[in-house]
């Protein structure tokens, strides 16, 4: 929710104050047009806001028709090296593209790509990360810093507004967080437009959300942002349920909040189960409301410390307590998990 420049992607916008937009990529071969478009489904069911494919070739334009006639998610086109896919991917529907003016080509080439999106009013990602840093940069600076990777962003924003086009979005991604933390505090300080966030190569589902979560939510929580992706090697539905949870943990977004305690010898009731149980029931839940829900081992972290939860359970011997704000309304027996899943529901 910055105060970036407003900008319209497909039917969203983001910048000046809308709300951080959770993206992901497909990651199915070009040509299983099926498992991309299976996959972008499940992705919009997932609550999606952006999603992205990468087209490495002509073959792989048919994707954007496709994957836009099954779904209503904004569609961006990811491009490297040839200036003539990003023109295509353009002309077939694509709502934003990403691109890295250094590898697309000369100056010429760059500004037929404006061309073509200036006529559409189509927004272009300027995405740089480490890996990709010019030579003379790298150099500079002996080696890969936050301020090579902030002035490789800007070097390429300066190209696409030297060709007359302002509608940009920039991302300056690195496998090392602090680095990446660190380039985009110095974006925030001089960029103008929308930032889209992520660790880039972040790593497998438990690396990856660690890295992400730290990443993300050291700029999340100074306001810095407007778009989000969490990187994960693994099924990119993922990607968007670990974004929702960093979203919500930072109150950045609407949605249910579970918090359970890591239990001690205290806890006599099978509270692991229970929390898998009720975390799984309310990740398919939804709601414009936001409900805190606390699964708590014992009376001492029950009630009490989980007093600002509207709604949560304390494990006893064999049974459990039901409360709501601190306040216990009744006793538990049998399947708890669901007893609590359907006062939840009864919420939203």
């Known amino acids: 929710m910055s105060g970036k420049k407003r900008t319209k992607i497909g039917n969203i916008h983001i910048g000046n104050g ?14 299983d047009v099926k498992g991309n478009i299976e996959q972008s489904i499940r992705l919009e069911e997932s609550g999606c806001d952006i999603n992205r494919v990468a087209v490495p070739n002509e073959e792989a334009l048919i994707l954007i028709k496709e994957i836009k006639s099954h779904t209503s998610m904004p569609l961006v086109a990811d491009i490297h090296f040839d200036y003539r896919l990003a023109i295509k991917s353009v002309e077939a529907g694509a709502d934003k593209i990403r691109i890295n003016p250094g590898n697309i080509g000369g100056m010429d080439k760059v500004k037929a790509v404006v061309d ?14 480490s890996g990709s840093l010019e030579k003379d940069i790298v150099k500079r600076d002996g080696g890969f810093t936050a301020k090579g990777l902030f002035d490789s962003a800007m070097r390429s924003v300066s190209v696409i507004e030297n060709s007359g086009y302002d509608n940009i979005v920039v991302s300056m991604k690195s496998s090392d967080v602090k680095m990446m933390i660190d380039a985009y505090r110095l974006a925030e300080k001089s960029c103008i437009y929308p930032l889209h966030l992520g660790v880039t190569e972040s790593g497998t589902m438990s690396i990856g959300t660690i890295k992400s979560a730290i990443g993300l939510g050291a ?28 979203l919500s943990a930072l109150k950045l977004t609407n949605g249910i909040n579970l918090i359970s305690c890591p239990t001690c010898g205290r806890t006599s009731i099978d509270l692991i189960e229970i929390a898998e149980k009720v975390e799984k029931a309310v990740s398919k839940m939804k709601t414009s409301k936001n409900i805190t829900v606390a699964v708590m081992g014992c009376a001492v972290n029950g009630p009490g410390e989980a007093r600002e939860a509207d709604v949560g359970i304390a494990g006893g011997l ?7 704000k601190g306040e216990i309304i009744g006793k538990l027996k049998g399947d708890i998990a669901e007893a609590l899943i359907s006062e939840i529901r009864e919420m939203l």
Do not use: H, W
């Open 18 to 31: 809308e709300k951080i937009a959770v993206q992901s990529m497909l990651n199915c071969r070009y040509d």
């Open 116 to 129: 073509c999106c200036r006529e559409r009013n189509i927004p272009i990602r300027v995405g740089v990360n």
């Open 219 to 246: 700029l999340l929580a100074d306001d810095i942002g407007d778009t989000i992706r969490v990187s994960l090697t693994g099924d990119p539905v993922d990607e968007v349920r670990v974004a929702k949870e960093i």
């Open 318 to 324: 064999d049974d459990a307590v039901l409360f709501k």
